[in-house]
């Protein structure tokens, strides 16, 4: 007998998180193309053809292999107000078995940073995670100097834990990242920020 799932949509006081569609993708290559300057610091080296549709396409065939296989959780921040495409965070490389862990990433585009919506998303996404995925602990990963994504993650509830060395190649070099986690089960307090 044939069941079919449910699509993952995690809803928030301002947005609906779901996954990528076909019909996103002028949107999402608009924002990502205007957000540029603003992104490209923190992240690896686009691809030539990043932006493409067929690029876009191999995404989202990405994205719902993954959700369905359990493997990542990549969703679009959609504004409920008037269906603006914001940004997107993925819980990727999740592992089961005795870790019951992922990784966190995430971007927004310029226009709409600074306005706590990676935030609210982020909680949502943790929540889901640990509420429904059962999973017990969340990475993330930033640079050093990106004084905004550390903000968001410590305004989250993440725990700094350390620096991993040459831990991705990001602007064509490899870089050394900052290792947060958040626990289902935190009775870590405050850590200090390196």
């Known amino acids: 007998m044939l069941t079919l799932r449910r699509k993952v949509r995690i809803e928030t006081e301002r947005m609906s998180l779901r996954l990528p569609q076909h019909g996103d993708w002028k949107a ?9 300057d603003f992104l490209v610091p923190w992240e690896p080296v686009w691809a030539g053809d990043h932006l ?98 550390r903000g968001v993650l410590e305004k989250c509830g993440f725990k700094y834990e350390g620096v991993a060395q040459s831990y991705l190649q990001i602007a064509g070099r490899w870089r050394n990242h900052v290792l947060y986690a958040a626990l289902r089960t935190d009775r870590r307090g405050r850590t200090d920020v390196g």
């Open 28 to 36: 999402w290559a608009a924002l990502r193309e205007e957000s540029a």
């Open 52 to 149: 493409t549709r067929r690029a876009f396409t191999n995404r989202v065939y990405w994205a719902s292999r993954a959700e369905a296989q359990g493997t990542a959780l990549p969703l679009l921040l959609i504004r409920r107000e008037d269906q603006a495409l914001l940004g997107a965070i993925t819980l990727d490389n999740i592992r089961r078995g005795p870790s019951q862990s992922g990784t966190l990433g995430y971007w927004i585009g310029e226009r709409f940073s600074r306005r706590g919506y990676m935030r609210e998303a982020i909680l949502a996404v943790v929540h889901h995670a640990f509420a429904v995925m059962d999973l017990s602990r969340i990475e993330a990963a930033c640079l050093p100097e990106n004084a905004a994504s």
